[in-house]
């Protein structure tokens, strides 16, 4: 993996393809890893594209510059990580792509800076679920008992001396049962060896949702993001229909915020890990979007 420094971070990230090729990041989710676009960017490689993955704050080698840089996992973090990484690499106009974590990233980052990419794709999570004022259903509210089990000092003991078991039961729970390979788990699991990743963890559940201290680290990005701005560019939203981490419903009628092309597809069968249980048919579904949205 390659190393890139931001004014914050020291990002590792893979880079697959020509630099000549149009760019397209891939940012993962929690708990997961660059990993989980393995089955993924070689498609999009052989489709003529130059494929950026970057380890978020927290996760694998991404280290932060300074030892007193605050800790934070707060939303508009995320997204101030990824318009960086696209300004220190020079990127024009990449495709975003994220899943769960990574797509709260890719849209705060188009939100904060609208022209910064071409297209944008959300996987697992929808566009405008990150203000603490939000309505949930209950069903919802108890498919979250993890962010609220982390708001208390039981839960941030347990997540701290075991990071790995608290993950596994997230995979075991998330997705339709025997969807993954437990020697990919244990892979993937080493990237929550970094040591910031607890701190980041319990730090972005409890400012999401109002618990713990609510001091923000990036006062003019929360405001940028809050309310949740409108898009501009072409956005695909892909939803697992057996997600159980996010209802599908939760990405529903979110079309008011994007002023262009905007669909979304439900993946049948399908849980809340679709670059890891359905690698093809989710790059088929980009490169079509893009191929009709986004020509080159």
């Known amino acids: 993996m390659k190393t890139i420094s931001t004014p914050t971070l020291a ?11 149009p760019p397209i990041v891939l940012s993962h989710g929690w708990p997961d890893s660059v990993r989980c676009w393995d089955q993924v960017w070689p498609s999009l490689v052989n489709a003529g594209f130059r494929v950026l993955i970057p380890a978020l704050r927290g996760f694998s080698g991404t280290k932060f510059l300074k030892p007193e840089a605050p800790r ?8 101030r990580d990824l318009v960086d990484f696209v300004d220190a690499l020079g990127l024009v106009k990449p495709v975003l792509v994220g899943h769960d974590w990574g797509a709260r990233a890719s849209a705060n980052a188009v939100g904060l800076r609208p022209d910064l990419a071409s297209a944008l794709v959300m996987i697992s999570v929808g566009y405008g679920t990150n203000l603490p004022g939000q309505a949930i259903s209950f069903t919802q509210a108890k498919m979250y008992w993890y962010h609220w089990f982390m708001a208390t000092e039981t839960g941030q003991a347990a997540i701290a001396n075991d990071r790995e078991g608290f993950a596994r039961h997230m995979w075991e729970s998330w997705a339709p049962k025997g969807w993954f390979e ?7 699991a080493k990237a929550f060896d970094n040591e910031d990743w607890t701190a980041i963890t319990l730090s972005s559940y409890q400012h999401r949702w109002g618990h713990g201290s609510q001091e923000t680290h990036y ?14 560019i072409p956005t695909l939203m892909l939803h697992g229909a057996l997600d159980g981490a996010s209802l599908p419903n939760s990405s529903e009628g979110k079309e008011r915020y994007f002023e262009g092309v905007y669909e979304r597809i439900v993946l049948d069968g399908v849980g809340h890990f679709p670059p890891r249980e359905v690698p093809d048919l989710l790059a088929h579904h980009i490169l079509k979007f893009l191929g009709t949205h986004c020509p080159s």
């Open 182 to 188: 437990e020697e990919e788990f244990t892979q993937t």
């Open 219 to 232: 006062p003019k990005e929360a405001a940028a993001l809050a309310p949740p701005p409108q898009v501009h």
């Open 72 to 79: 934070t996992g707060e939303l508009a973090s995320l997204g």
């Open 11 to 21: 990002i590792e990230y893979f880079d697959h393809g020509s630099p000549q090729d």
